[in-house]
């Protein structure tokens, strides 16, 4: 689904290399590695379409040819950044979701309005769909930003660090439930964690950016001390 082969990742300097990797639709992967390794780097360049070397391709078409609204309906980004506004309500905030296939004009087809239903059970969004986005606790945002993310209805789901800040069964909660996405409706779900041990349970793959080779390393399986081995060195 995913194909990378001979990529370097980095800004002005190159940070590590995928020499060869595919990542598969249903799969559930964790991005493992020390603080300011790339993580989010990747996923920066995977939503941009932007790899200045090396080959990315989604389905046999090259990834950087994509056009913006083409790549909007394929790929998202869940990140911790988003703090709300006083303004924007939850509701307003998950028919965002849908912007790809409103236009401008962001009138929600039957269709569009059963998806982001569809998402708001799932999430257990009802009580907070008045509430403002700038209110929320950092457990509701991060499900609400979950289930904005999944109203795109893309193939590809990017969650950057989407553990941070929750307790530990609202971490266990979200982790079964991307899990689960990925594996019923056949995404590909890929998250930046520093939770490595919830990762080594929930996920299917985890890719590591090995601190001494500076490359990236895919495992189906790989306990906890050579995970912390190759991603940080010690
Ligand atoms: N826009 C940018 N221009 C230049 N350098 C950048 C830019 N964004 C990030 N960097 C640098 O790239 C490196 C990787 O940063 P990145 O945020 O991808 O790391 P990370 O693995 O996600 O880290 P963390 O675990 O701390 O969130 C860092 O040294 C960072 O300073």
Redesign the pocket.
Same mark, same amino acid.
């Given at each position: 689904m995913l194909k990378f082969e001979n990529c370097s990742i %980095? *800004?002005?300097q190159r940070?590590y290399e995928i020499l060869s990797l595919e990542l598969k639709q249903g799969e559930f992967v964790a991005l493992i %590695? @020390?603080?300011?390794? %790339?993580?989010?780097?990747l996923m920066d360049s995977l939503v941009q379409g932007k790899f200045s070397n090396g080959k990315v391709s989604f389905e046999g078409q090259d990834w950087n040819d994509l056009k913006l609204l083409a790549r909007a309906r394929k790929i998202t980004l869940v990140d911790n950044h988003f703090l709300g506004f006083d303004y924007l309500k939850v509701s307003e905030y998950l028919e965002l979701g849908r912007h790809s296939y409103t236009g401008f004009t962001g009138r929600l087809s039957q269709e569009d309005k059963s998806i982001i239903q569809k998402y708001i059970q799932t999430l257990h969004l009802d009580s907070l769909l008045d509430q403002s986005t700038s209110t929320l606790s950092d457990g509701e945002r991060q499900r609400v930003g979950i289930a904005k993310a999944l109203i795109q209805e893309t193939p590809i789901v990017l969650l950057d660090e989407p553990t941070a800040f929750l307790d530990y069964p609202t971490k266990r909660e979200v982790m079964s439930l991307l899990g689960s996405i990925a594996k019923e409706s056949k995404r590909l779900v890929i998250i @930046?964690s *520093?939770d490595i041990d919830f990762c080594i349970e929930f996920c299917s793959r985890i890719l590591v950016i090995e601190k001494n080779s500076k490359t990236l390393q895919s495992h189906q399986s790989i306990n906890h001390d050579e995970l912390v081995k190759q991603a940080f060195g010690i």
């Open positions: %980095g *800004h002005e940070l %590695g @020390a603080n300011g390794s %790339g993580k989010s780097t @930046a *520093h």
